[in-house]
């Protein structure tokens, strides 16, 4: 008796977690509408950039001004960085880990090496 409930509850917790990962499986085939797509294909290849080089962060604006905050790996607001449009702009920056973030579009991890 005892080995049939071993059995069953075994058995309950197979079923589950095929059923979790076909839920799972499911979620991630939801097509995205292709206007939307489209959008963040053309926002990323015209939209504001900020990348790590050799001790500093290059910021790019893209099509429009953009203005980006540089925070600390803690989260303390280092530096205001403002770029006019189809302009880049390179800020020195001690080695280390930066959170960049761009208005309310984005925010980044940046390293600086």
């Known amino acids: 008796m005892q080995i049939e409930t071993k059995r069953k509850r075994k058995m309950r917790r197979v079923l ?3 059923a ?3 839920v799972i499986g499911m979620a991630q085939a939801v097509p995205t509408p292709d206007n939307y797509l489209q959008q963040r294909i053309e926002n990323a ?3 504001p950039v900020a990348q790590g080089a050799e ?3 290059v910021f790019t604006a893209g099509n429009s001004d953009a203005v980006f905050n540089v925070y600390s790996i803690t989260g ?3 530096k205001v960085v403002r ?3 189809d302009q880049r702009t390179s800020v020195d ?3 280390g880990f930066y959170i960049v973030k761009c208005g309310s579009q984005w925010s980044r991890k940046v390293v600086v090496r």
């Open 16 to 18: 589950y977690i095929l």
């Open 20 to 22: 979790c990962l076909l």
């Open 45 to 47: 290849a015209t939209g």
């Open 55 to 57: 001790g500093r962060i």
């Open 76 to 78: 303390q607001l280092i």
């Open 83 to 85: 770029v006019a449009a």
């Open 93 to 95: 920056f001690p080695k």
